[in-house]
């Protein structure tokens, strides 16, 4: 069994800085690329950034220059700084990963976790 669980999340104000860390546990063989996703209340679930195993990165447009993803392979886990934090930004943000585990060498699984609640007061 493989879990994503998210922590760092909360209140900050406007001009702010929170890490989020999210750490996988389980039959990990190996962890492909990770993400880090947003959904702000009554709004679709977007990508905020992405990091691949060879540390390739991808931001979203309003959230380059101010965030920042990270991982650490060894403790499969993946950061995501973010700096400058706005109003706009308030939402939960989930971790995704693609995971092969012990039981699924040949094909990756994208896992989720739970999701943690950042909120940017102005």
């Known amino acids: 069994q493989v879990q994503l669980v998210e922590s760092g999340g909360g209140l900050v104000q406007a001009g702010g800085s929170l890490r989020l860390s999210c750490a996988a546990s389980?039959?990990?063989?190996?962890?492909?690329?990770t993400g880090w996703y947003r959904q702000a209340p009554g709004k679709q679930r977007v990508l905020v950034a992405s990091i691949t195993s060879g540390d390739s990165t991808r931001y979203a447009d309003g959230v380059k220059g101010r965030f920042t993803i990270s991982r650490d392979n060894a403790k499969n886990r993946v950061d995501l700084q973010m700096n400058s934090l706005k109003p706009e930004d308030t939402a939960v943000y989930y971790c995704?990963?693609?995971?092969?585990?012990?039981?699924?060498?040949?094909?990756?699984?994208?896992?989720w976790g739970k999701g943690t609640l950042v909120t940017v007061s102005s």
């Open positions: 995704n990963a693609e995971i092969y585990t012990s039981s699924s060498p040949l094909v990756g699984i994208a896992y």
């Open positions: 389980g039959s990990i063989s190996r962890i492909n690329a």
